[in-house]
């Protein structure tokens, strides 16, 4: 179970802030500060850096986010890509946090950010979603597109299904069910027609990008280096195989299929140095070129997650993909992309891995 903060965590000066903040969005005095581009950088070429899988209501997590330099990224664009928080008052205190260490923040909510366990506030997932929205457009963080220097910069909004797993299955070894191993389906609370066990929230996610359609035309037409990003996965390629993880049936709740033809129908190649796509969701740091896109993940994760990292985590993050107009080099630790830029992959092999094979007790 999540360790989550409560208000007596925060220091003065953070708790001040919080009420300062409610009685504004109260009144609705706080004002969006407008993206534009050409933004000037004091000689400096523009850096953008990615992160997600805050998960602040670790304090452990939170406390990294706090320690975050407040100079050293002041010029600098920050992609968010999902679960940030579950509880809100964590969300609005990780989000301000970081405006205050960033010029720019934009943001795709995740899974963990719509649950409502243990909200005080009586809402379903959709409610909570468009509260999140409303706070961000308070805090003047982006979730719509832009271009910032010439660089279109992207959000997208997606959920998982399970049919986007089309690899063979694992048998013979007893699986926890989907509704067991994933709180989703009991942490999130959804109106009748929208349900975690069809196609139905994939369909509904992807369609909340259609209001973008024009802006997107525009910065098709006006930039030749785009940044999509995610909270979901894209691609099946871009998770290890079912056989190399603790639990194989990962695959049927991490990606969709409408996101990935989104994607491309945005970046348009088929090999290009200049089309990068930021996910979450899967805890994995990844980094890797998929016909002709580059696919990166650079999670922060759970505390018992980085110390399971040979460095961790807390120095490297967050990663900067892009920097003066290029695209930044692969830098970051990722053993399982690293892995398949070496190895073919191989899903009809259900084999389990030895360390799988030792959890389920098989060997």
């Known amino acids: 179970m999540i ?31 407008q993206v534009v581009s050409g933004a000037k ?61 960033f010029e720019y923040v934009f943001f795709v909510p995740g899974n963990h950010d719509l649950w409502c366990r243990w909200e005080t506030e009586d809402f379903d997932s959709l409610e909570k979603l468009n509260k999140l929205l409303d706070a961000c457009k308070q805090l003047g963080v982006e979730t719509n597109p832009a271009v910032i220097d010439g660089l279109g910069i992207i959000p997208l909004f997606s959920w998982y299904h399970e049919s986007f797993d089309r690899e063979d299955d694992i048998v013979g070894v007893r699986i926890p069910s989907l509704d067991m ?6 942490a999130c609370k959804w109106p009748g027609n929208l349900s975690n066990r069809d196609t139905s929230l994939a369909l509904y996610f ?22 999509t990003f995610s909270h979901f996965v894209p691609r099946q390629e871009l998770c290890p195989e079912k056989r190399m993880l603790f639990y194989p049936n990962l695959p049927k709740i991490i990606g969709s299929d409408w996101l990935e033809d989104r994607i491309r129908s945005i970046h348009r190649v088929e090999s290009s140095s200049f089309a990068c796509h930021v996910f979450g969701h899967t805890h994995f740091c990844w980094d890797a070129v998929v016909d002709g896109i580059r696919y990166v993940q650079a999670p922060l994760a759970y505390p018992r997650e980085r110390k399971r990292r040979m ?53």
Request: charged letters at 25%; proline letters at 4%.
């Open 3 to 33: 360790s989550c903060l409560s208000l007596s965590s925060y220091s003065f000066c953070e708790k001040i802030a919080l009420k300062k903040y409610r009685r504004c969005v109260k009144r609705g005095c706080i004002k969006r500060p």
């Open 41 to 101: 950088k004091d000689g400096f070429g523009l850096r953008v850096f990615v992160l997600s899988d805050l998960h602040t209501d670790y304090p452990e997590n939170m406390a990294w986010v706090r320690s975050l330099s407040t100079k050293r990224h002041e010029k600098d664009v920050l992609l968010v890509a999902g679960d940030v928080a579950e509880m809100y008052d964590n969300f609005i205190l990780t989000m301000s946090l970081l405006k205050e260490r």
């Open 181 to 186: 191993a994933c709180k989703d389906f009991h």
């Open 206 to 227: 992807d369609s909340m990008n259609e209001k973008n359609q024009n802006t997107v035309k525009r910065i098709q037409s006006t930039c030749s280096q785009i940044i």
């Open 311 to 363: 460095n961790g985590g807390e120095t490297w993050l967050p990663f900067c993909i892009y920097l003066d107009g290029e695209f930044g080099a692969k830098v970051m630790p990722c053993y399982w992309s690293d892995y398949y830029a070496i190895n073919p992959r191989t899903p009809s092999n259900t084999e389990l891995a030895p360390w799988v094979a030792r959890f389920y007790n098989l060997i």
